[in-house]
């Protein structure tokens, strides 16, 4: 009788985990740490890319437009335009689309380190912006 | 239990697995193929999607500000708005000759020290519209006096423009890069109130912590 329940069970199980499977759409920033998984990082940490925020290079940091809080509105250093908050708590809108947060990160890093930032310190930065 | 029973609750059980197994494998391809292949290609459907809805609009626009004939500029291309409009202004087009606005989409690597560059389609998008519309097309007599003095290089700055210069010379240096509120002459909107849509008449030039302006 025992056999018979589990032989009966598995199939649901099965029909479960795979509907699971089947529903959940990875979401536009999920991509892009999909992304950074392939490139080779094993773990984002949201330390790092806190510290990374705040951290200068030549004078220059995310701070410098962005304020040192994602929540609050920012300001293009040079042409004083507002820059709406990056924190997803406050800003819903942000790091959903994929496209959008491709180039600013490509211009962003360029113009504040000079260079691209590699794929660890995005999904770092990435990780610790989520959850603000 | 007879055999019979065991025989249809078996073949359920089959049944019911490899439909499971079926839809997992289908689940897991879609998931896949939605992060990889198809993605490329939707965002590309999205370009375009947009590349039409912008240009009919654009077109609509156009011809409203013809027949009204108040607007001395073109309506501003969507794109344009939002890949350059988001860090300044988006300038209006006829304010630059087209070769100042080539020069400046070909180096958006350092553009002005910042790095502001775009995906190839996006900016041979840009370049064309602002192509379209620069100061030396067109017939309108106020780009004659934008064109004034430019000779040589073409001139990378709204602001180098001699007409440019002519306009705002006699303001003092305390409104301006001394007014915390528009420290710089390429903040258009800190003053003219309609520079948005491309208008800078006098009439609506507010000048912040001073009040309206009118020579």
Not at chain 1, 60 to 71: A, M, N
Not at chain 1, 83 to 100: G, K, Q
Not at chain 2, 137 to 165: C, H, S, W
Request: with cysteine; proline share 4%.
């Amino acid at each position: 009788m025992n056999q018979l329940c589990l032989r009966q069970i598995r199939p649901c199980v099965v029909i479960v985990v795979s509907m699971i499977a089947f529903s959940s759409h990875a979401s536009e920033l999920d991509k892009l740490f999909d992304e950074y998984r392939t490139k080779g990082v094993r773990t984002f940490d949201p330390i790092a890319g806190e510290a990374l925020w705040r951290q200068e290079f030549g004078g220059k940091s995310c701070t410098s437009c962005h304020t040192e809080s994602p929540r609050q509105f920012g300001r293009h250093e040079r042409t004083g335009k507002s820059i709406e908050p990056v924190a997803p708590s406050v800003n819903p809108d942000r790091l959903t689309d994929l496209r959008h947060m491709k180039k600013w990160l490509l211009r962003n890093c360029k113009s504040t380190l000079g260079r691209e930032c590699t794929a660890q310190e995005k999904g770092d930065i990435l990780t610790w912006l989520r959850d603000q | 239990m007879s055999r019979m029973t065991q025989f249809t609750q078996y073949a359920i059980g089959s049944c019911l697995l490899a439909l499971a197994i079926g839809l997992g494998v289908f689940g897991i391809a879609a998931a896949s193929l939605d992060a990889g292949v198809t993605d490329g290609a939707r965002a590309q459907q999205e370009y375009d999607k947009d590349d039409d809805s912008d240009d009919d609009s654009s077109d609509d626009r156009d011809d409203e500000s013809h027949d009204k004939g108040s607007y001395n500029v073109k309506a501003m291309d969507a794109r344009y708005q939002e890949e350059c409009g988001s860090c300044h202004l988006a300038y209006p087009p006829h304010m630059l000759p087209s070769a100042s606005w080539k020069a400046i989409m070909n180096g958006l690597d350092d553009h002005f020290g910042d790095n502001a560059e775009l995906a190839a389609d996006v900016n041979r998008r840009i370049t064309a519209f602002l192509d379209r519309n620069a100061s030396d097309r067109g017939d309108r007599m106020t780009n004659a006096r934008l064109l004034q003095g430019v000779v040589g290089d073409p001139p990378l700055r709204i602001t180098e423009l001699r007409y440019f210069k002519k306009e705002h010379h006699e303001i003092p240096r305390r409104m301006i890069e001394d007014n915390p509120e528009v420290q710089s002459l390429s903040r258009c909107d800190a003053c003219h109130q309609d520079a948005a849509r491309g208008r800078f008449d006098e009439d609506e030039i507010v000048i912040p912590g001073v009040g309206p302006w009118d020579d």
